[in-house]
């Protein structure tokens, strides 16, 4: 069981960068597949990014892709999104999320897949 705790976010400009964090305890982020996800006021929970266990393999929202980037230490227990030229509409609350890499079936834009949850952390980008 590993536990999940969101870092980094702020109130930026639009056009300014920001990098989330995403740490984890109890058990070592090898062993999970992770994915970001945001939450807007009045809107439904979406798919951001997910890296795979080793971080070979990375999957972006179409609006985010080459503007955001995650990455991961799995030596630091932490998975990182780095998040360029930001907009008014990327202004949401950011969750990370975890799933064994042993759970089957993967289907990593749904966010009932995943098992683990951080906190999630605030992002706001001003016009």
């Known amino acids: 069981q590993v536990q999940l705790l969101e870092f980094g976010g702020g109130l930026v400009q639009a056009g300014d960068s920001l990098t989330l964090y995403c740490a984890a305890s109890?058990?070592?982020?090898?062993?999970?597949?992770v994915a970001w996800f945001r939450q807007a006021p009045g809107k439904e929970r979406e798919f951001v990014a997910f890296?795979?266990?080793?971080?070979?393999?990375?999957l972006y929202k179409d609006s985010v892709n080459g503007r955001f980037n995650i990455s991961r230490d799995n030596d630091k227990n932490t998975v990182y999104l780095q998040m360029n030229s930001l907009k008014f509409e990327d202004t949401a609350v950011y969750y990370c999320?975890?799933?064994?890499?042993?759970?089957?079936?993967?289907?990593?834009?749904?966010?009932?897949?995943?098992?683990?949850w951080g906190q999630g952390t605030q992002v706001t980008v001003s016009r």
């Open positions: 999320a975890a799933a064994p890499r042993e759970k089957n079936n993967p289907d990593y834009y749904s966010s009932s897949w995943y098992d683990y």
């Open positions: 890296i795979s266990w080793g971080g070979v393999t990375t």
């Open positions: 109890g058990r070592s982020l090898t062993a999970y597949r």
